[in-house]
């Protein structure tokens, strides 16, 4: 069963960071893509950032880039958010997912809320 866990959310000032990780488990993961999408009160989910199965190439919406920078340990199944120059826009619940076989998997989430 593939299962998620996102850690490292939390309040934090306008300007300041934040260190996002999600453990993977359940199966291998060094062969899949890996992505964060995030969820803001009152609005749909929207995509953050990904990074393809070897790190070798990364996406990032256009209201993040430059600020955050995905990143992954393979030997660890674990991918990171690295989240810099903090908004109060980028408040969201922040969620971890994988594609496997065309079946989307996601994690509980992780609160982000910053404050002006």
């Known amino acids: 069963q593939v299962q998620l866990v996102e850690s490292g959310g939390g309040l934090v000032q306008a300007g300041g960071s934040l260190r996002l990780s999600c453990a993977a488990s359940?199966?291998?993961?060094?062969?899949?893509?890996m992505g964060w999408f995030r969820q803001a009160p009152g609005k749909e989910r929207e995509f953050v950032a990904a990074?393809?199965?070897?790190?070798?190439?990364?996406y990032y919406a256009d209201s993040v880039k430059g600020r955050f920078t995905i990143s992954r340990d393979n030997a660890k199944n674990t991918v990171y958010l690295q989240m810099n120059s903090l908004k109060p826009e980028d408040t969201a619940v922040y969620y971890c997912?994988?594609?496997?076989?065309?079946?989307?998997?996601w994690g509980q989430g992780t609160q982000v809320t910053v404050s002006s």
């Open positions: 997912n994988v594609v496997i076989w065309g079946r989307d998997y």
């Open positions: 990074i393809s199965w070897n790190g070798g190439n990364t």
């Open positions: 359940g199966r291998p993961f060094s062969r899949i893509a």
